[in-house]
Structures are given as structure tokens and as C-alpha cells.
Nanobody
Framework: QVQLVESGGGLVQPGESLRLSCSAS????????MGWYRQAPGQQRELVAS??????MYADSVKGRFTISRDNAKNTVDLQMSSLVREDTAVYYC???????????????WGQGTQVTVSS
């Protein structure tokens, strides 16, 4: 069994920063891609940032403000968010493509979500 656990959400004012963390645990064989998605009320879930073996990629709306980082040894991925704006308000979900010990194929796993609210 594999789990993703997120932490770090909260309420901040516009222009402030926030850091989200996600840890993958369980019977993991290999972690491939890791990333962050978000879903605002009434909106579809969208990719914010992801990182694999190559360079990280970002949604246009967060380029230059958000930084994704990954620790392969710990199976963790962080999202440093700076210069936050109201439009960043959403539930943020950690996502990872993982092959578990019990499987021959990788599958997507999701965290439970953490609320980020940007408001004055």
C-alpha cells in the first residue's frame, strides 16, 4: 500500500509565501514523476508543477513564482510558492506515479489535498 501525505497549506495574504510538502510512503518500488495539482471551486483540477528525471515543468500561471523540488532519497516533493495572488486559492493535491512492490506496473497516487487560501 502506498500513501501520499501533504502538509503546509493555510491562509496567507497576497504577496506572501507558503511551502507545501508531500511525502510518499509504503511499499514503494520506484517513484517516477511527482507533482502538484490544484482545484479551485467550480474549476477543473489543473497541473501546477511536476518533476521527473528531467527538468521541472510549471504551469504558465505560476512560472517565476513557484518552485518545485524533490528529494529522491526521501520520496518527498515540495512546492515553494511565492508572491501568492488570490487566484492561487485552491485545494492543492500531491500526485506521484509510483510502482509499488506488489505491482509490475506504475499507477497514479493522490494525496488528500491541502487548502491554500490567499486573501487580505
Amino acid at each position: 500500500q502506498v500513501q501520499l501525505v501533504e502538509s503546509g497549506g493555510g491562509l496567507v495574504q497576497p504577496g506572501e509565501s507558503l511551502r507545501l510538502s508531500c511525502s510518499a510512503s509504503g511499499r514503494i518500488f520506484t517513484v517516477y514523476n511527482m507533482g502538484w495539482y490544484r482545484q479551485a471551486p467550480g474549476q477543473q483540477r489543473e497541473l501546477v508543477a511536476s518533476v521527473s528525471d528531467s527538468s521541472p515543468m510549471y504551469a504558465d500561471s505560476v512560472k517565476g513564482r513557484f518552485t518545485i523540488s524533490r528529494d529522491n532519497a526521501k520520496n518527498t516533493v515540495d512546492l515553494q510558492m511565492s508572491s501568492l495572488v488570490r487566484e492561487d486559492t485552491a485545494v492543492y493535491y500531491c500526485n506521484a506515479l509510483i510502482r509499488s512492490v506488489a505491482s509490475v506496473a506504475a499507477r497514479n497516487y493522490w494525496g488528500q489535498g491541502t487548502q491554500v487560501t490567499v486573501s487580505s
